[in-house]
Antibody
Framework: EVQLVESGGGLVQPGGSLRVSCAAS????????MSWVRQTPEKGLEWVAS????????YYGDSVKGRFTISRDNSRSTLYLQMDSLRADDTAVYYCAQHSGTDMIVLWSWGQGTLVIVSS | IRLTQSPSSLSASVGDKVSLTCQASQYITNFLNWYQQKPGKAPRLLIF???HLQTGVPSRFSGSGSGTDFTLTITGLQPEDFATYFC??????????FGGGTKVEIK
């Protein structure tokens, strides 16, 4: 059974940094592309970033480009999102999601999310 | 590309047939997926490539459309189907784009 478990969310001040993680199990992690998607009641679901199965190809949404970094450790079956220069509008539940293969088309499975609050 | 879902919410009864629409601002062939989300839970994939049912999803769910207009139909609404439904567009590389969602509530 596929399991994606996010961790590392919490309260951070504007301008601060936070790294959230996603521990994967139940599938061959290194053969799947992965993504982060965030959600707020106001803006709904917003794609944040994606990474290829080998970690060599990364893509970012315009609102986080230059501030967030997606990475992965296939030996640990873990996905990361390093968030720097955080702003109040980055407050959201952050989900990690597994794609259906090496492509970045369908979000096949999702974690339960981790809440990030940016506030002073 | 923007995805506009309508209605934003609807009320229906158990056993009803409901149709949710997703309109793309440009032609997107069949590059569209549908997800279901219940309160406090992560989204769940229902339909991929506009009309293909994900394994394990009940056959009362169906997807149709191509180009700019897409529909998710639930035939015979069940109590567990009351949720919010999102459409999502993809291309050969990101970005991924989501619609604003349609909330299906109990009448």
């Amino acid at each position: 059974e596929v399991q994606l478990v996010e961790s590392g969310g919490g309260l951070v001040q504007p301008g601060g940094s936070l790294r959230v993680s996603c521990a994967a199990s139940g599938f061959s992690f290194g053969t799947y592309a992965m993504s982060w998607v965030r959600q707020t009641p106001e803006k709904g679901l917003e794609w944040v970033a994606s990474i290829g199965h080998g970690g060599d190809h990364t893509y970012y949404g315009d609102s986080v480009k230059g501030r967030f970094t997606i990475s992965r450790d296939n030996s640990r079956s873990t996905l990361y999102l390093q968030m720097d220069s955080l702003r109040a509008d980055d407050t959201a539940v952050y989900y990690c999601a597994q794609h259906s293969g090496t492509d970045m088309i369908v979000l096949w499975s999702w974690g339960q999310g981790t809440l990030v609050i940016v506030s002073s | 590309i923007r995805l506009t879902q309508s209605p934003s919410s609807l009320s229906a009864s158990v056993g009803d047939k409901v149709s949710l629409t997703c309109q793309a601002s440009q032609y997107i062939t069949n590059f569209l997926n549908w997800y279901q989300q219940k309160p406090g839970k992560a989204p769940r994939l229902l339909i991929f490539d506009a009309s293909h049912l994900q394994t394990g999803v009940p056959s009362r769910f169906s997807g149709s459309g191509s180009g700019t207009d897409f529909t998710l139909t639930i035939t015979g609404l069940q109590p567990e189907d009351f949720a919010t439904y999102f459409c999502q567009h993809y291309d050969y590389v990101p970005p991924l784009t989501f619609g604003g969602g349609t909330k299906v509530e109990i009448k």
